[in-house]
């Protein structure tokens, strides 16, 4: 490799891939500090969300889909990512140091560089899946993937355990309308048509109306009554395979776990031919995350619930802030 790739510039350009991670409604709540020699994730914490997500769970599980971003585009340029995570107690924003190791084998750069190349193109999926099964090697596959982050992520196959899950996202969907302050917070991170803004979840990201699975699961409603929305794929959708995917204890370092290994399963799972649908919902009213762990995750934290399915087309372009609005020179 060329060494004018690294330092800075190497810095930046993994920046640049880490910031098309997914968060939660695309807050984007990160920055990235560039060195010669490693890229400095922090949590800008003026982007939690105080409603959904007081504690900012959801906001480091973002982080860690970018972390896990961020060091397989450093695998990419032949660089092995040493990262240290939550590197000094006394900055709980401090989420991870990513300092640039040795090289790696060119077959691993090779494969990082399969999946680096999903991660402009997926995309949290609304609209419907088809009417096919996910091949069941394919969800055995990202069960390790997410094994390999020290997370579990297990396909829900029961019917009553799905139909269950389906009831609480909806119970979820309800108690969040009836909250003030979560509407309020809704309404700030969901633009109206044709904002001209680079985060938070845009029109054209959902349809007006959400296809029905059969049980169904509630659509996160970015729109709120007011129509907002693409015209596409009302109607019926296939269910997909739902999953949930939990860690063992519940701190920080076991949600950044869980949104790295979020990652490395949406992009393998792109690699597959497969989208995921997110239903975080419930996981956002402590009474039902707390239910969800005991009957449905053997004791262990849900951090995410997602159905995963085979996307009936390509979802729209992303939305991101421009890179010079999330780096940060590092010392
Ligand atoms: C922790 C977390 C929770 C999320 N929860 C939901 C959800 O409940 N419903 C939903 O439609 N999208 C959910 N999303 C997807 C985000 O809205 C999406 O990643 C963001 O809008 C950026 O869009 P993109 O992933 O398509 O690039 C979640 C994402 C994360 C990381």
Not at 209 to 225: L, S
């Amino acid at each position: 490799m060329d060494t004018a790739e690294t330092g800075t510039a190497l810095a930046r350009r993994i920046a640049a891939a880490a910031l098309w991670a997914p968060s939660v409604h695309n807050t984007q709540p990160w920055t990235f500090g560039l060195a010669d020699d490693r890229v400095v994730l922090r949590a800008d914490a003026a982007r939690r969300l105080s409603a959904a997500d007081p504690v900012g769970r959801e906001l480091v599980i973002s982080c860690g889909a970018a972390l896990f971003t961020a060091e397989t585009a450093l695998r990419v340029h032949g660089r092995d990512p040493r990262t240290a995570l939550l590197p000094d107690p006394d900055r709980p924003n401090l989420l991870a140091e990513v300092v640039f190791g040795g090289a790696v084998a060119a077959g691993e750069a090779a494969a990082a560089a399969r999946l680096l190349a999903k991660v402009p193109r997926r995309r949290a999926h609304r609209t419907a899946f088809r009417a096919v099964p996910v091949p069941p090697r394919a969800v055995e596959r990202l069960r390790a993937e997410a094994g390999r982050e020290g997370v579990r992520l297990a396909p829900v196959t029961d019917e009553h355990a799905v139909a269950a899950l389906a009831a609480l996202t909806r119970a979820a969907e309800h108690v969040q309308h009836l909250d003030a302050a979560h509407a309020a917070e809704t309404a700030r991170w969901a633009s109206r048509p044709g904002a001209d803004r680079r985060d938070g979840v845009p029109a054209a990201a959902y349809p007006r109306e959400a296809p029905r699975t059969d049980p169904d699961f509630a659509a996160r409603d970015f729109a709120r009554g007011r129509g907002w929305g693409t015209g596409a794929s009302a109607g019926e959708s296939a269910v997909g395979t739902v999953l949930t995917l939990s860690t063992p204890g519940d701190d920080r370092a076991d949600w950044l776990r869980a949104g790295r290994a979020l990652q490395r399963v949406l992009l393998h799972a792109a690699e597959a031919g497969l989208a995921a649908a997110f239903h975080t919902q419930a996981l956002e009213v402590p009474e039902l995350r707390a239910f969800i762990r005991t009957r449905f995750c053997d004791g262990e934290y849900p951090q995410l619930v997602l159905r995963l399915g085979v996307p009936d087309g390509t979802g729209p372009a992303g939305v991101r802030r421009p890179v010079e609005d999330v780096v940060i020179p590092e010392p």
